[in-house]
């Protein structure tokens, strides 16, 4: 089992931004996809954005459109996840993965290695 790793998690307030990054040991290959993904205390983990090998496509949550952005850098074999105007909504354990097949990249059981998440917490 390949394990990728975040880092950049922390404490801050309301409006606030704060960006993650993660790297994968992975070699990767033109069809993947790589992605963020969240869980809250009590809920279910879900899709936050992702990004083609090219950096195209990426796909965004309706919770985070517009807000959040996703990019990488194959060089470095690592993935950010810039955040912007963070909310109490966003506090929870961001967790990166990646997908050899790229397909339907906003379905967990898509993606075959993950990370051990870093915690977020925004508070008010």
């Known amino acids: 089992q390949v394990r990728l790793q975040e880092s950049g998690g922390g404490l801050v307030q309301v409006g606030g931004s704060l960006t993650l990054s993660c790297t994968t040991p992975v070699r990767t290959v033109t069809t993947d996809a790589m992605g963020w993904f969240r869980q809250a205390s009590g809920k279910e983990r879900e899709f936050v954005a992702s990004i083609g090998w090219s950096g195209r496509p990426t796909g965004y949550s309706n919770a985070v459109e517009g807000r959040f952005i996703i990019s990488r850098d194959n060089a470095k074999k690592m993935i950010y996840l810039q955040m912007n105007d963070l909310k109490s909504d966003d506090t929870a354990v961001y967790y990166c993965?990646?997908?050899?097949?790229?397909?339907?990249?906003?379905?967990?059981?898509?993606?075959?290695?993950w990370g051990q998440g870093t915690q977020v917490t925004v508070s008010s």
């Open positions: 993965a990646y997908s050899p097949s790229g397909v339907r990249p906003t379905l967990p059981d898509h993606y075959l290695h």
